[in-house]
C-alpha cells in the first residue's frame, strides 16, 4: 500500500532520531518516524527487573562470529525512545584526541571535523536536557561550559571507593549524569532508588520521552510504532525514493523527500545493505565495501567487594556516584593506545546481589548465604568501559538466515585487538588493586563483556576511507542521511549517547540549512 509523500521519514525514534524528528519538525517540514518497536510511554516504565526487559532489544536477533563475540543486548533497546529510554545517563563528552587519533598520535581514524566543531551542541544539550556534575573536578574534560547542576549525592559506597583511588594517585570526580540533583526545567530531583535501567518514570533522568520526542510532536512530527522497515529503495544512482516497511503483517511504501536512517548500529547497517537495486548491487553507500566494517566495541569490566563498614550499596544511581578517566595516550600505560573509565559505586538494588552471587561460581551451600546476607549491607561494585581505534575486519555481514519479514539477519565477526586485550588485563587488575586499597576484605572481578558499539557507516571526507560525509549524507547520495553511533570512526571508551545526540543536533541543522537543494 502506497503512502502520500512525507518531507523526512526517519528510521528509528531514539536518541538520534528523535533529535532529528524536533529539529526538522520544528523547521516546518513534514516529518515521520517509523519505530519497529513497540509505543512508549512515561507509565510504561515500571522499577520492576522483569519488566524492564521489555524495553531491551526485542527485535531480529544478532548473530556473533569471531574469535571474541560481541554482546549485543547491552545498551540497546527497541520501541519509541530506543535504548535511551533505560541508559544510565552518563554523559561524558568525548576528548579532543578521539575526534583526531591520527593527527595526534598516529593511530586510528580521524573523524571529518574536530571537538571545537561539536563543543557549541555539547555545551547546548548541557543547558536544555540538564547534567549534574562538578566540571572543573574533571581533569580531562575538554573546554565547555561548567555544568547546569550540582552533583548527585554522594553516600558511602562512593567515599569508600574514592579513598582506594586516591590512595593508588588517582583522582575521581562526580560523574556527570543527565539526571537532576535538584529541580530543573519542571522536572523533580532525584530519589536515589537505583532503578535507572528500568527507565525513570518520574522524569529526574532525562529521556527523549520527556525531551526531544515531545519538542517533534508539538511540531507535528508523527510517530508509528510497530513499523519494521526492511529496505530504502533507490529511485536512481543519486537519489532514494523512501521505504518498505511491515505493519501488522502488511506490507507498505512510504516516499519521502529525505530518508533518515537513526536505527540501531546494527540495524543501520543492515538496511543499507539489504536496500540493493541495479544501481547499488551491494547496497545503498557500499560500492567500496565499507558498509559494515570498522565496528567498534567497548569491553565492560565489573570489579566487586566486601567490606566490614556498610556501604550504602542500595542507594544511588546506576550510572554511580564518581568517576575515573583516562585518555588513549596515557603516561601511566605505555604502549597501550586505549581510554577507559571507571564507574565508582554503581547503586545495586536487592535482587542485584544475586547477579553479584553469580560472579563467585566457587562459594555454594552455607558460604554461598553468609555472602549473601553479607553482600546486601557491605558489598561494593564499579564499572569499567574501554574502548579504542576500530579495524576494518571487525565488521558485520548479512547472514543466510532470515527474520520473519524475509529480511536477511547480520552476522558480527569481531576479535579484540593487542590493546584492547592489553587494556581488558589491565582493568581487572586495576579494578582489584582500588578495592584492597580502599580496604575491602575481598575483591574479585566478573567476565569481561562488549558493549557501546559503534561504527559500520563510518563518517568521513572521501568516498573511498568512508560511507558518509561528516554530516552523516551516504557519499554519492543527494537525499540519505545515517545518524547514530554507527557514524563513529572509533569509540572513547565511554557511553557515545552524549556525543549521538551532539551529533545529531549538528547534522539536523545542516539539513535544514541545505533544505532547498535536497528535493
Known sequence: MNAEPVDVLIIGAGAAGSVFAAHLAEAGKRVLVLEAGAPRQLQDLVSSQIWARRLKWGLAPILAGGEDRLNHNIATG??????????????LRFSEDVFKPHALHGRGIDWPFEYSELRPHYDQLQREIGISGDAAAEHW???????????????????????????????TAPTPVIINSVPYNGRPPCLYDAWCDAGCPIGALANPLITYIPRARTAGAEFRAGCYVTCIDAAGRDRVAGVEYVHGGKRHTQPAKVVVVAASVMENIRLLLNSTSSWH???????????????????????????????????GVSAGHRIYREGYASKSRPGMFAGYQWQLATAMKPNDIFGVAMTRPDIFGAPLHDFMRKGIRHAATMLAFGGSVPVRENRVLLSDQKDVAGMPLVTTEHRWTPDMRALIDHLHTEGKSVM???????????????????GGTLMGETPETSVTDGYGRVHGMENLYVAGGSLFPGNAGTSPTYTIHAVSQRAARHVVSRWAELH
Open 436 to 454: 584492597q586499597a580502599a580496604g575491602a576484605t575481598e575483591s574479585w572481578t566478573g567476565r569481561t563483556v562488549t558493549g557501546h558499539i559503534v
Open 78 to 91: 527497541s520501541g519509541i525512545g530506543g535504548a535511551a529510554l533505560h541508559h544510565y545517563g552518563t554523559w
Open 141 to 171: 574534560r575538554p573546554p565547555g561550559d561548567p555544568y547546569p547542576m550540582p552533583p548527585l549525592k554522594q553516600f558511602r559506597q562512593a567515599e569508600l571507593l574514592d579513598r582506594g583511588f586516591a590512595k593508588l594517585g588517582k583522582a
Open 281 to 315: 548491487v551491494a547496497g545503498l553507500g557500499n560500492a567500496n565495501d565499507l558498509v559494515g566494517t570498522h565496528l567498534a566495541a567497548e569491553c565492560g569490566v565489573q570489579a566487586f567487594a566486601l567490606f566490614e563498614e556498610e556501604t550504602e550499596c542500595y542507594l
